[in-house]
């Protein structure tokens, strides 16, 4: 009885976030077709980018965690993405053959291999929050920046890694290394990452990054951010948060880049160049630091804005225009879109103290 | 404070020399410097190494150029300047349609004349971007100004790539256009041979060039009123207000000279591989002289000199033995310098007080 109370409770609070995620998930798959109301209007293009705004939703929001809540300056998140995509697509397409599974285990087995995704970009994570002990700012965004070209230069030289493994006679592992072959990419992944699967992750990631925000170790995030030396004297240990916080942000990356493989179906290390970092980067600033929602939203707008511009047949100019906008928009607003604010459900009511 | 203290203060600031301290520190450094050095003669030979070692010489010279106008623009304005690669390769284009203008009317001197028209027309669009997109973020959050650059450093590469045919008139006298272009021959190419190493005048003029201009600059910075001016700027702006330092025109000169030595890198890049693959170009270099700017110490002039030519020795050395290699070996030194150097090679770590 307690835990159905419990259940309605939470119903009672949060029916607004629960009402407009279903709703928005439903309308979508009307337009899809899946539901046949009306004739299919969105295209498989229109869901693939759909489902790339979700992936793009929970990127940023991750990253957020790191640059905005934190208060820590990392542009190097296409290396926590890269771990992430070549783990899942590791398990789904080399170890095991997924293609040929049928649904259910085809469905844990993905799940499984985008767990062990984030949990070894998480790792990496971990590695690369420990020197945050000593840098600071500038210095700790360039090593972010080198951690990811790193990750990214190492899967480029899969086949001299995999040649070195067979001359010290590891032939085994050399083969399987050899099948991520780097420099040509990764291709025949199957195609596992539905658009409700990617809908789900997404959401969890938000009400997880949410509600990790407003625990007493997000808090002690925030107040890293604020102020370290401050936060150092009240007594919050400012390395294990700032590992923390890399940590569980690398996790998400990594969950986010085992489904872009999946819905890419073909992944190259050039895809998880500096550049993307610089994407995620711009998402989190044009929607505002330290706000899930313009996270959200900022991330979902910037992905469809350069699609919508080629659709309404500004092809030649749409990459001219997304930097101008972004720089206007940074002249006008310097604190993002949304600034600190966030929608209301995405902030959890305080309780009356007595 | 007396005037005496204050100059000293000034001096020891950003942007000047910093006194080396630690010597033992620096011995062993150098120690596993020569040992990976040994290493490399015993497996190819001296000959192999003396050549590389010229090689990376001339493409250290190359990154220090742009490392300069990095630093010095850190220096000044605490921002990260991403819109400096796509600076580079504006220079190296504006010096290919000057050369080529000069090759078809006969100019005599035209390499020269070609250099400073370039660094002239950057400085100038340097200076326009600072104006524009820098200028009224001053004295709002960092980071806003950072991924305002992003827009500048995205608009630049995105903008001049428009190919020609497609785009109304004035617009398209402007633009570079996305083709591979040959760079025009202004110096005709002599080889000479040195004891087994070939050496050719270009390389000498990428080295003699590069020192030319940093001693220039050193004696902008350190001997005129200009030079004061700057570092004042950088030490202390509400101060330099007070003293009627004019800060707007500060700024604008150095990022003029910072631009104008982007340029002319770009001028030689594009001369010594003869070639501009695409306004795309300057992203890569870019990068690298940034963390060249980073590995010394950013801010710091003399740390970007060494930064770059630490990068570009270590680059070739390693791109002659893998050519994945050579890509992620520069990252892999910075991580390793940070870890121990948190603030660079010649940077000065200094401790946050309450």
């Known amino acids: 009885m307690k835990i159905i109370k419990k259940i309605i409770n939470l119903i009672r609070e949060y029916y607004k976030f629960i009402l407009t995620t279903v709703l928005i998930y439903l309308l979508i798959e009307i337009l899809n077709g899946t539901i046949p109301i009306v004739p299919r209007l969105l295209t498989r ?9 979700l992936i793009n939703i929970i990127m940023t929001v991750s990253l957020n965690l790191i640059n905005g809540f934190t208060g820590q300056f990392s542009i190097g998140h296409a290396g926590f993405m890269c771990i992430g995509a070549y783990t899942s697509a590791y398990f789904t397409t080399i170890l095991f053959k997924a293609a040929k599974m049928a649904y259910f285990p085809q469905l844990a087995l993905f799940i499984f291999s985008l767990i062990m995704g984030g949990l070894i970009a998480a790792i990496a994570g971990y590695l690369i929050g420990l020197p945050t002990l000593k840098l600071k700012g500038d210095y700790l965004a360039i090593v972010t920046l080198a951690f990811g070209e790193i990750v990214r230069s190492i899967v480029r030289a899969s086949d001299e890694i995999s040649a070195f493994l067979r001359q010290i006679g590891l032939v085994q592992y050399s083969e399987t290394i050899a099948k991520i072959s780097g420099p040509r990419g990764l291709s025949t992944i199957p ?16 009400i997880i990054m949410r509600n990790f925000i407003y625990s007493t170790h997000g808090r002690a995030c925030l107040s890293i951010r604020e102020n370290e030396v401050a936060a150092e004297t009240m007594g919050i240990n400012t390395t294990r948060y700032k590992i923390i916080a890399f940590s569980l942000s690398a996790f998400f990356a990594g969950v986010g880049g085992g489904l872009f493989a999946h ?62 906008l972004l720089v206007i928009l940074m002249l006008r607003k310097p604190d993002g879109i949304f600034g600190n604010r966030e929608f209301s459900f995405l902030v959890p009511k305080r309780k009356e103290v007595n | 404070m007396t005037k005496k203290q204050l100059s000293d203060s000034i001096n020891n600031n950003i942007l000047t020399y910093n006194k080396l301290t630690n010597w033992k520190k620096y011995v062993f450094i150098s120690v596993i410097i020569l040992f990976f050095l040994f290493l490399y003669i015993l497996s190819f030979g001296i000959k192999a190494f003396l050549q590389q070692l010229v090689n990376g010489i001339q493409l250290g010279s190359i ?83 950072l991924i305002t650059a992003l827009g500048v450093s995205l608009f630049l590469e995105n903008f001049f790539a428009l190919s020609p045919e497609n785009i109304p008139f004035p617009l398209n006298k402007i633009v570079f256009g996305p083709r591979f272009l040959p760079f025009p021959a202004l110096i ?66 150095t990022f003029g000279i910072g631009t104008s030595l982007a340029a002319a890198a770009g001028t030689l890049f594009a001369l010594t591989y003869g070639q501009l693959q695409s306004p795309y170009l300057g992203i890569w270099p870019g990068l690298k002289a940034f963390i060249a700017a980073v590995l010394g110490g950013i801010g710091n002039i003399p740390g970007a000199m060494l930064g ?16 994945n290699f050579g890509y992620g070996i520069a990252f892999v030194i910075l991580i390793v310098v940070l870890i121990f150097k948190p603030a660079g090679l010649l940077g000065k770590f200094t401790k946050e007080k309450v």
């Open chain 1, 45 to 53: 293009y229109y869901m693939q980018i759909l489902m790339f705004a």
């Open chain 1, 191 to 206: 195609a596992l990452s539905k658009f409700w699967l990617v809908y789900v992750i997404s959401i969890l990631s938000v």
């Open chain 1, 263 to 324: 819905v890419l179906r073909f992944i190259h290390p050039d895809n998880f160049s500096f550049i993307k970092s610089i994407d995620y980067l711009i998402y989190l600033y044009a929607g505002g630091m330290g706000s899930i929602t313009g996270s959200i939203l900022a991330a979902t707008g910037l992905t469809i804005l350069p699609e919508f511009l080629r659709v309404i047949n500004f092809q030649q100019w749409r990459m001219v225009i997304y930097p101008l």
């Open chain 2, 63 to 145: 990154y220090a150029l742009i490392a300069l106008g990095y630093t010095m623009i850190y220096g000044i304005i605490r921002l990260i300047n991403f819109a400096h690669g796509d600076l580079f390769m504006f220079g190296a284009y504006i010096s290919y349609f000057l050369g080529n203008y000069f090759i078809v009317h006969n100019f005599k001197f035209s390499f020269i004349t070609v250099l400073i028209l370039s660094m002239a027309f950057t400085a100038l669009l340097g200076m326009t971007i600072e104006k524009i997109a820098y200028k009224p973020l001053r004295f709002k959050p960092r980071l806003a100004a």
């Open chain 2, 188 to 253: 005709a190419d002599k080889t000479y041979n040195l004891a087994g190493i070939s050496i050719n005048n270009i390389k000498i003029l990428d080295i003699t060039l590069t020192i030319i201009l940093v001693i220039l600059l050193q004696y902008i910075v350190k001997k005129t009123m200009i030079g004061k001016a700057m570092r004042a700027v950088a030490f202390h702006k509400d101060a330099c207000l007070m003293m009627g330092i004019n800060i707007n025109n500060i700024i604008s000169i």
């Open chain 2, 308 to 323: 770059s030519y630490v990068m570009g020795i270590s680059e070739t050395f390693a791109t002659s033995i893998n050519s």
